[in-house]
């Protein structure tokens, strides 16, 4: 039982007189017990909550900071009509921050026998599955003294997939792409390894491209163009280690890259390339692979949504096992990890060989912006110790990017707002020369 604010308001008022002109036990009870009688009267007269009846539908998937409805449909079976508060309880990052309460909090009246349908409006905050936790009904009585309150246990899972902010930079990378490929005006031919056609010589062109050939066939020097790889493999492989956990900015460092993969992913299944997600710490946390086209962009946010850092150190070791099994031919392995010293010394860089003795190595990190603006800060000393701090970590970053150059990788270290602009940039350069 619950007793409202009517009723204590009622207690009040009635024992306020009683108090200053017959203060005695018997004005009390002959106060409290009318009092009483109408509470209980109450609570046996409001509408049962446990055999109340519910019914989810609506939306099972959207996006971060986008809206979402989940529809609860009130069923009262008995034969009294239910006047009640109704709490649909979610976790707190299913709402923006100061608004849970508003959006929680349902009032409703569902005559005897009848149904009514209830919205519960979601925007979720962060990525990953959202589940309904229990509903709480306080259902009053027809003088609103009383109530009875209950539980009830409806499942519902809301996936929230990763927002993929970098979507703006498609259509620029898709625009340099078909000028890679020589389907616009600009004609801008790349330098790949399918042979594409014939045209005469002009002035610039590289004069190792001359087919001597053809050259003796004809009046003029006929020089082949050639067509940039298509159908070519690529892996991105998530580092989901502890090293991801690591805030950049608002988000976490994994968050960057996952929005980074994404790009990478839209851009080669239109370039048909065939893209593969492997996401690896110690065990295989995620693997999307065999997708065509068309489907790999929903199966990788798909399989992103409920991906979360473990607190653990990265196997190497088995991170590059897992990488060669799942690229049996050549390929171009994209790992998104840190350039932190330790973890690429001591973990990769003795297993590198393994990877670059087949295929085409990319590591992308996610560098932070306020490194390398504490490198500016001067006028104290903790400024001036802050800097230098700042100033060697950005030198063992890029020693550590030289190491990995020095072994034949292509290295991206980007801002979180840079990295996917960057790594794409950095898959067409691979592409225009031939490298896939």
Do not use: C
């Not at 959006?103 to 209830?118: N, Q």
């Not at 960057?422 to 350069?429: F, G, I, R, S, T």
Request: no cysteine; hydrophobic share 40%.
């Amino acid at each position: 039982m619950a007793l409202t604010g009517r009723a204590a308001l009622l207690a009040a008022l009635s024992s306020l007189p009683v108090g200053i002109l017959a203060p005695s036990w018997t004005g009390i009870l002959a106060v409290n017990t009318p009092l009483t009688l109408a509470i209980l009267y109450d609570y046996a007269r409001a509408a049962p909550v446990r055999k109340l009846q519910f019914t989810r539908t609506g939306d099972t998937s959207v996006r971060v900071d986008e809206p979402a409805e989940v529809l609860l449909t009130v069923t009262n079976p008995s034969p009294r009509r239910l006047r009640a508060q109704l709490r649909d309880a979610w976790p707190p990052s299913a709402w923006p921050p100061g608004t849970e309460q508003a959006a929680s909090r349902h009032t409703l009246t569902i005559p005897a026998g009848e149904r009514r349908r209830l919205t519960t409006a979601l925007r979720p905050t962060r990525r990953g599955d959202r589940q309904a936790e229990r509903i709480t009904v306080r259902s009053y009585g027809p003088l609103g003294l009383a109530a009875r309150q209950g539980h009830h246990r409806v499942p519902w899972t809301v996936r929230v997939l990763p927002p993929f902010t970098s979507r703006k930079h498609l259509p620029s990378r898709l625009a340099r792409l078909r000028e890679l490929d020589g389907r616009t005006s600009v004609l801008t031919r790349g330098e790949g390894t399918e042979f594409d056609s014939l045209r005469e010589y002009v002035p610039g062109d590289d004069t190792r491209s001359i087919d001597w050939r053809a050259t003796a066939r004809q009046s003029t020097v006929a020089v082949r163009t050639w067509r940039p790889e298509r159908d070519r493999h690529i892996l991105i492989v998530l580092d989901t280690g502890r090293t991801s956990a690591g805030r950049v900015g608002d988000v976490p460092r994994l968050d960057a890259a996952m929005d980074a993969a994404l790009l990478l992913a839209a851009l080669a299944s239109r370039a048909g390339d065939r893209v593969d997600l492997l996401a690896y710490d110690r065990r295989t946390r995620a693997l999307v692979q065999g997708r065509s086209a068309g489907e790999i962009l929903p199966s990788l946010v798909n399989a992103l949504a409920p991906l979360e850092p473990e607190l653990v150190e990265t196997d190497a070791r088995g991170l590059s096992a897992a990488a060669l099994k799942h690229a049996p031919r050549r390929s171009l392995i994209v790992l998104l990890t840190t350039l932190d010293a330790a973890p690429i010394g001591e973990g990769l860089l003795p297993v590198l060989p393994q990877l670059t003795q087949r295929h085409t190595v990319l590591v992308a990190s996610v560098a932070d912006p306020y490194v390398a603006e504490m490198t500016t800060a001067r006028g104290t000393l903790e400024a001036v110790y802050e800097s230098a701090a700042a100033t060697q970590a950005l030198e063992q970053r890029r020693r550590t990017a030289d190491q990995l150059t020095h072994h034949g990788v292509t290295v991206v270290d980007a801002t979180p707002t840079e990295i996917a602009p960057a790594l794409a940039d950095a898959y067409l350069a691979l592409k225009a020369a031939g490298r896939l």
